[in-house]
């Protein structure tokens, strides 16, 4: 079993620790790990800013890359729900490729639900001292239906214990380019994510998506809190919860 | 209605920060929201009824020619003067004739969102007719001379203290705090204006194709007294509320209430079907019915068709995080929410609304909630799309994105200039690792929030350097 892993561009950029968790937690499942030295990202930010051009470029290349694989996994709703319900729609007008990334959305998975589903991941060789509550990003939960995946993954974790959070479903506000257009509703919703994530005095938040991550970590810091850790499902699962990114 | 929308940007920030309107829209948030929840619990396949109901709506969509001369024939036979117009202006030209000629002075009117996309009854009191809103949310807003905030509940954006001021100044009695009595006294002051008008007006949730008939649903009994008490009735309604049959329409209230306040049924479901008839105990002399297109062809024939098949429910816009939050003002014309972002630009034009289908996280809370499965941040990236096509999107970001597609096509260059930007982010983030301030765009951002910092490396180069080891 090959499988990609596609880190998105923004792990890359803004937090590789995701992307070795990711690549740690899949090593451990035994598959045959690959990861395309050449990809950047899915296009998603300008698909939905209505740049239809510049999103087929960047899809198009991505669907070149893991063609050879049987599986693409990627630890993100977002950029997982971008090429499984949004590829072949965005390539519709482009015959040859059409096909091929209609066979790629069919393959890509979000991370947890690859681990569950797929790859029935049992032991999980993680230890995290406290309580966690966990956010439901908006396309992993709507678009890709992440939501018991990663609790039953987080509950194998030695130590852990969640705490549901009120409104755990609704989003937070980031929303990609929505976040820098749209300052302060974007920033109001955030800050009423941070309410409900202080309620549960959960010692860290947990989520699956990174611009999720940035939009609500960067809230909580402003309104003065510095000790709600803000962690990637991955990071939690591989043990990778430190500061260290290698 | 005059079309305030280019101001959203303005008007949402305004009304977060308006302590009142928060507290209103506070106290509105959950409860549509828990109550739909709490309803469709009842039906053990809510799914299904929805994928039915949607292909019911998209049928009539597709058929809508033959099923509204279908409803036309059985109408007429009814008795119902049918009236075909295509614009606003030609609305409210014809409502304001028929009055004329049957001596209107007075008309009582039922809830009806083509009257206010029409501006149809500022048109009638200029043309000296005295208009009375009779739904109790519509009341309010007639009195405190806005318009609705929400479309099934007009006052929504009002706190109980608000309309009790109102009603203190507008009615010169004592003022009251209790909603019971509120309504009460609104009751007391409408009930004669019931019975002295001679003309009433109503909206349509429906055409009925196979019956011929109107249909409205309602939670008080005004709309019900609204067209049978007054000598002449007048319905408007737009063509895309055509349905083939009575089955259909029961498919459609399974959803409706539920989806729009939490009840398994409205109170009232009112169908006309013509004026009364020989030994009817009550109903109007004549019943007039008057189709509007106002802009419904044109998105018929356009991908934003599924809009079409909205019933007007208002569960986007009460699952919507952005409408929560500032409410319907902001939208500035007759439809807030996800379903106002795609029909307004669509009605009134793309270059007049386009901060709506923007000011969307795509987070498709709507989506999920609408009962006839309109794909709502779909549409709404349709019209991003359009925007961008017609470049009426912002130039920066037309740029920005398309530097980005560039950079992101070539690995090497990115690389390259992923590793600079890491490197100079985690410097300007110092030793919390945080950013508090970032210039252009960015600004937007740092205004109501920090932005945790990059790392120093990218995933890829660390990748790399283990990869060679
Ligand atoms: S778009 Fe859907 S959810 Fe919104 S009002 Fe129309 S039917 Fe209801």
């Given amino acids: 079993m090959r499988v990609g892993l596609f880190v998105t561009c923004l792990a890359d950029l803004m937090r590789p620790s995701i992307g070795l968790a990711a690549l740690k937690l899949l090593e451990q499942t035994g598959c045959e790990v690959v990861v395309p030295s050449t990809q950047t990202c899915c296009g998603q930010p300008g698909y939905n800013a209505g740049e239809r051009g510049a999103a087929q470029a960047l899809a198009r290349k991505l669907v070149a890359e893991f063609s050879d694989c049987d599986y693409v996994v990627v630890p993100s709703g977002s950029c997982s729900g971008m090429i499984k319900t949004h590829y072949a729609e965005l390539l519709a007008d482009i015959p040859d490729i059409k096909a091929k990334a209609e066979w790629l959305a069919a393959r890509t998975w979000e991370l947890t639900d ?62 990609g380019t929505f976040a820098v257009k749209y300052g302060d509703i974007s920033a109001r919703l955030a800050d009423l994510k941070c309410e409900d994530v202080e309620k ?34 991955a990071e939690v699962l591989a043990g990778m919860t430190g500061d260290e990114i290698e | 209605m005059e079309i305030t929308s280019a101001r959203f940007k303005k008007v949402a920030s305004q009304k977060l920060a308006d302590p009142k309107v928060q507290a209103a829209l506070a106290n509105a948030k959950g409860r549509f929201v828990v109550a739909r929840a709490r309803a469709i619990k009842d039906l053990d396949n809510f799914e299904e009824i929805r994928q039915a109901a949607a292909d019911v709506r998209d049928h009539c969509l597709a058929n809508l020619d033959q099923y509204l001369e279908e409803w036309e024939r059985k109408a007429t036979a009814a008795g119902t003067i049918v009236h075909w117009v295509e614009s606003a202006a030609e609305m409210t030209r014809v409502v304001l004739e028929i009055a004329r000629s049957n001596e209107v002075r007075k008309v009582i009117k039922s809830k009806s969102m083509l009257g206010e996309e029409t501006g149809m009854n500022e048109y009638l009191e200029r043309g000296g007719i005295d208009v009375r809103e009779t739904d109790l949310g519509e009341y309010i807003i007639q009195q405190a001379n806005e318009h609705p905030s929400h479309i099934i509940a007009p006052a929504t954006h009002k706190s109980k203290d608000d309309i009790a001021d109102l009603f203190a100044q507008k009615h010169q009695r004592p003022r009251l705090d209790d909603i019971t009595k509120l309504t009460h006294e609104a009751r007391e002051i409408l009930r004669p204006h019931f019975l002295d008008a001679d003309m009433g007006i109503t909206g349509a949730n429906f055409l009925v194709a196979e019956t011929g008939s109107t249909m409205i649903v309602t939670n008080e009994g005004n709309g019900r007294m609204t067209t049978t008490m007054p000598r002449v009735h007048v319905a408007i309604s737009s063509i895309e509320k055509c349905i083939p049959t009575l089955e259909d329409v029961s498919l459609i209230m399974r959803l409706l209430a539920r989806s729009a306040t939490g009840q398994s049924i409205s109170n009232y479901i009112s169908m006309t079907t013509g004026p009364r008839r020989q030994g009817d105990s009550d109903g109007p002399e004549q019943f007039h019915v008057i189709i509007v297109d106002i802009g419904r062809t044109r998105v018929l024939g356009s991908d934003l068709r599924p809009a079409l098949r909205c019933i007007r429910c208002g569960a986007c816009m009460n699952h919507c995080p952005v409408y929560q939050n500032i409410g319907g003002h902001a939208y ?78 070539r690995p090497f260059l990115y690389g390259l200039a992923t590793k600079v930007a890491v490197r100079l982010g985690k410097l300007a983030g110092g030793k919390e690792s945080m950013l508090h301030r970032l210039p252009f765009a960015g600004r937007e951002w740092t205004r109501g929030r920090d932005l945790p910092a990059p790392r120093g490396r990218t995933f890829r180069e660390i990748y790399a350097a283990r990869k060679k080891n």
């Fill in chain 1, 114 to 175: 690859f681990l569950v589903n797929v790859a029935g991941l049992d032991d999980i060789d993680a230890r995290f001292d406290g309580t966690v509550t966990y956010h439901d990003s908006c396309a992993g939960l709507r678009e890709m239906g992440v939501k018991s995946q990663p609790r039953e993954l987080l509950s194998k974790v030695a130590g852990l214990t969640i705490r549901e959070m009120e409104g755990a479903e609704q989003c937070c506000g980031f929303g």
């Fill in chain 1, 200 to 233: 549960t005095s959960a010692d860290a938040l947990v989520l699956g998506d990174l611009g999720c991550m940035l939009n609500i970590e960067g809230k909580l810091r402003r309104r003065g809190n510095s000790h709600t850790k803000v962690l990637h499902v």
């Fill in chain 2, 332 to 409: 500035g014309w007759v439809y807030p929410g996800p379903i106002g972002s795609v029909l307004t630009p669509a009605y009134v034009g793309l270059e007049k609304a386009l901060d709506l289908p923007n000011a969307a996280t795509m987070c498709n809370q709507c989506g999920v909630a609408c009962p006839v499965k309109i794909p709502l941040p779909d549409l709404m990236r349709k019209l991003r799309e359009k925007q961008t096509q017609l470049k009426l999107s912002p130039a920066s970001q037309r740029a920005g994105m398309g530097a980005w597609a560039w950079l992101a096509s």
